[in-house]
């Protein structure tokens, strides 16, 4: 299964893109939002899903990040919606912004998208309220290990989690999360 692509845009298409991955070409197709952001002659970076169709064509959905490929998956993963759609919905905005739209039932959030009506919206909103979980923002490594770190210096788990959630973007290293941790 192809995961992830990097490689040298050769050509665009109004809704995909074709990169010289070692040699071989790779068409693949993006959300609007997200074409421009990959100009040819350009390196692409892409987390990719590859969808088998009735017809056995096989198809390349690309997103910037593993965690929007994640949300395009559980998007995908809902009856009536296919990969187009999926792709349309996950370009709305992050992760966190649908997590909130859907706990709020907020339909206006997924108006205007093209090819899914009212009727379907209500239904991603319902499908997705269950699943909130699989759209809430995973930890990574260095998270656990700050975690585990925070709580041998006493905090319990729930009070490290909620200070780490408030440290800002940037600091990635382990030592420096766990020192503005503590500032906090």
């Given amino acids: 299964m192809i995961s992830y692509i990097k490689g040298k845009i050769i050509a665009r298409g109004a809704d995909y893109i074709i ?17 421009n952001s990959f100009p040819v002659g350009k390196e692409a ?10 017809d056995e064509t096989l198809e390349l959905y690309g997103l910037e990040s593993p965690e929007m490929l994640g949300l395009f998956e559980t998007l995908k993963g809902i009856s009536g919606i296919g990969p187009k759609a ?25 108006a ?30 260095e998270d656990d290990d700050a975690i585990d770190a925070l709580v041998a210096l006493g905090f319990s788990r729930q009070k490290a989690k909620e200070a780490l959630a408030k440290i800002p973007q940037g600091v990635v290293s382990l030592k420096e999360k766990v020192q503005e941790t503590l500032k906090l």
């Fill in 19 to 35: 990169t010289d991955t070692g040699g071989v070409g790779y068409k693949i197709f993006l959300a609007a939002n997200l074409l």
């Fill in 45 to 54: 970076e892409l987390w990719c899903h590859l969808h088998i169709r009735q």
């Fill in 86 to 110: 999926a792709l349309r919905l996950s370009s709305l905005g992050t992760r966190e912004q649908m997590r909130d739209a859907i706990e709020k039932g907020d339909a206006s959030f997924f």
């Fill in 112 to 141: 205007g998208v093209h090819g899914i009506g009212q009727k379907k919206i209500q239904k991603v909103i319902l499908e997705l309220t269950g699943k909130l979980k699989t759209l809430k923002q995973e930890t990574g490594k």
